[in-house]
């Protein structure tokens, strides 16, 4: 009993302050949720790799369809020799199709995952050996300063996956705006790609594949929970849930406790009834017109925008707006 209470406080000590304090936050707050970004530690980002190759998650290989097909229209419309700022890069999996169509001069992804990150960015810079590749460990949803060595280029941001449907539209827009202070406004570009929306019978699937691969990514944050901030949840008395939202035109994840359960987390006691969940993650979807106007009212006009022949998904390029003179 000893050693374990001192085991969890080393792990507790260790922890990451923020994680803790929106995991305690999130498990206290009527309905309860944590933010999604606490899904990718290793194991998580290892998992999310996983989804991507499923037959069930048509966004990858849709958009990675597109960013395959549309390299000489990149190399017009964006140029050669700006620094690409990616935001959320994961594996950098879909990179390469635009870094070979613009031939930038940087390339800096940026993520919270910093093991996964670094990897993904060594095995990068080996495709890629003539290209100087700057990690930057970073929440995205914080300002961000860039390597010094990319101050003076131009910049194109490139945020793929459709992950600013992540956030609820309020938090998208400020996301947008950051972006635009960090890429330094006028002149910089902004490569995006946003999910469309479609059939729920698409959609569903692709957030509840049948291999499992997704409720394993979801049930990951309860064990990471379990490891890095002494909790006791028991993590079998819970099951993955995915449901569309149509009011909110988003997919939303849940954790969902199979029957009454009672845990610790950081020594604080939480209770769930059988049925009540944690709502772990958004994913919005966007049509056409939908889209630009969150880009516009984030601070970006759309420059040009691709999507595949089934429209399930669109690529944006966009500029950043000058400021405006207009009410
Ligand atoms: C949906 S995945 C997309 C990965 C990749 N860009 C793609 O298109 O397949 C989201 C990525 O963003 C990262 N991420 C999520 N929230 C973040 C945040 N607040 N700051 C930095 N990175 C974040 C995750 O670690 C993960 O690699």
Redesign the pocket.
């Known amino acids: 009993m000893l050693l374990e209470e001192s085991r969890a406080d080393t792990a507790t000590a260790a922890a990451d302050p923020a994680f803790r304090r929106d995991v305690l936050a999130g498990l206290a707050a009527t309905p309860r949720a944590i933010?999604?970004?606490w899904?990718?530690d290793q194991a998580?980002?290892e998992l999310?790799e996983r989804i991507?190759h499923l037959p069930e998650y048509y966004p990858?290989r849709t958009?990675t369809g597109i960013l395959a097909s549309k390299g000489l229209e990149f190399a017009s419309l964006i140029g050669a020799n700006r620094a690409v700022i990616?935001?959320?890069?994961?594996?950098?999996?879909?990179t390469p199709h635009l870094l070979r169509a613009i031939q930038p001069a940087a390339y800096v992804p940026?993520?919270?995952?910093g093991d996964?990150?670094r990897s993904s960015a060594e095995a990068l810079s080996q495709r890629f050996p003539d290209l100087p590749v700057l990690p930057v460990e970073?929440?995205?949803?914080r300002p961000i300063a860039l390597p010094g060595p990319v101050s003076r280029l131009p910049k194109l941001g490139f945020?793929?996956?459709?992950?600013i449907g992540?956030m609820v539209p309020p938090t998208a827009v400020d996301l947008l705006r950051a972006m635009a202070d960090t890429l330094g406004g006028n002149g910089a570009m902004l490569l995006i790609?946003i999910d469309r929306i479609k059939s729920e019978d698409i959609l569903v699937p692709a957030y509840d594949d049948a291999a499992g691969v997704t409720a394993a990514f979801n049930l990951n944050l309860l064990h990471r929970i379990n490891r890095e901030l002494g909790g006791d949840i028991p993590v079998e008395a819970f099951r993955h849930r995915a449901l569309w939202n149509e009011g909110e035109a988003r997919i939303e994840m849940h954790l969902e406790a199979l029957r009454d359960v009672a845990f610790t987390v950081s020594g604080r006691a939480f209770r769930m009834a059988a049925g009540e969940t944690i709502h772990t993650e958004n994913s919005h979807k966007y049509g056409p017109r939908d889209a630009r106007l969150l880009l516009r009212a984030g601070g970006w006009t759309v420059a040009r925008e691709w999507t595949d022949p089934d429209g399930l998904f669109a690529l944006i390029l966009a500029e950043a707006t000058p400021p405006r003179a207009a009410p």
């Open positions: 933010p999604a970004r899904f990718y998580g980002s999310f991507t990858t958009e990616e935001f959320g890069s994961g594996s950098s999996t879909k940026i993520d919270i995952s996964f990150l970073a929440d995205f949803m945020f793929p996956g459709s992950t992540n790609g």
